[in-house]
């Protein structure tokens, strides 16, 4: 498999942690030392793998259980060796982001390893 199927791949388990609020599933696409950052509601928002995986299991009923599945669009893909910088897309939580994923490859499988997140629109 291509670099870049796998970091596809890669996306679609995260986006597949958040619909299902599957933390297990969120710590398998990021690098342990992966940092989530961004700015929500206007307020500056800095988490650990740990603390994004307790926020997306709290999401109780799961997006999928409540028939609001992640709808998500991958919009460039940059790899450069074991690199790459994804722009996605995405709706969770009735809000759209727009994602920056940094992937770094390691022992031959990519990991997210920082997401910047942008708030589109509430």
């Not at 958040?18 to 989530?36: C, G, I, L, T």
Request: with cysteine.
């Amino acid at each position: 498999m291509d670099d870049k199927t796998q970091i596809e791949n890669m996306v679609q388990l995260y986006v597949d942690s958040m619909d299902e609020s599957n933390p297990e599933k969120v710590k398998q696409a990021f690098h342990r030392n992966a940092k989530v950052v961004g700015y929500l509601h206007g307020e500056f928002m800095e988490m650990s793998v740990g603390d994004f995986a307790g926020f997306v299991e709290s999401q109780k009923p799961s997006p999928k259980e409540k028939g609001e599945n992640v709808v998500y669009e991958i919009l460039s893909c940059d790899i450069q060796g074991a690199t790459a910088a994804i722009k996605v897309r995405d709706k969770y939580l009735g809000i759209t982001f727009l994602d920056t994923l940094s992937f770094i490859k390691v022992e031959n499988e990519w990991k997210i390893y920082n997401k910047l997140f942008h708030v589109e629109s509430e």
